[in-house]
C-alpha cells in the first residue's frame, strides 16, 4: 500500500509556472508507475499525464504536451508534475495516482491508489 501526498498548488496567472509535487510514503514507489489526473468543477476527471516506474514511458494528454513535463525521483519517493504557459482552462484539483503496474495507462479506474489533491487556479 502507498499514501500520497500532493504539494505545489496555487493561483497563478496565465502564461506562469508551477511545479506539483506527489510525496509517497513506503519503500515500495518505485515498483509503482504514477499517473497525474485533474478535476475542474462539474466536469469528469481527466488524465493528465503519466510515468512508467523507472521513468522511461511517459505520455501526456494532447491538452497539456508541450507544457506540462512528468518526472519522478525514486530516491525521494516523489513524482512531479511541471507546469508551464499555463491557461485559465487548466484550473482544476490535481490529483496523484499510483497503479502497481509498469504500464502507462490514462484510465483512473486504473489506478489503485490517490492523492487528496491539490488545487491549481490560473487567473486570466
Known amino acids: 500500500q502507498v499514501q500520497l501526498v500532493e504539494s505545489g498548488g496555487g493561483l497563478v496567472q496565465a502564461g506562469g509556472s508551477l511545479r506539483l509535487s506527489c510525496a509517497a510514503s513506503?519503500?515500495?514507489?518505485?515498483?509503482?508507475?504514477m499517473g497525474w489526473f485533474r478535476q475542474a468543477p462539474g466536469k469528469e476527471r481527466e488524465f493528465v499525464a503519466a510515468?512508467?516506474?523507472?521513468?522511461?514511458?511517459?505520455y501526456y494528454a494532447d491538452s497539456v504536451k508541450g507544457r506540462f513535463t512528468i518526472s519522478r525521483d525514486n530516491a525521494k519517493n516523489t513524482v512531479y508534475l511541471q507546469m508551464n504557459t499555463l491557461k485559465p482552462e487548466d484550473t482544476a484539483a490535481y490529483y496523484c495516482?499510483?497503479?502497481?503496474?509498469?504500464?502507462?495507462?490514462?484510465?483512473?479506474?486504473?489506478?489503485?491508489?490517490w492523492g487528496q489533491g491539490t488545487q491549481v487556479t490560473v487567473s486570466s
Open positions: 495516482a499510483a497503479d502497481p503496474s509498469n504500464f502507462v495507462k490514462t484510465d483512473y479506474d486504473a489506478y489503485d491508489y
Open positions: 513506503g519503500r515500495t514507489f518505485s515498483t509503482y508507475a
Open positions: 510515468i512508467s516506474r523507472s521513468g522511461g514511458y511517459i
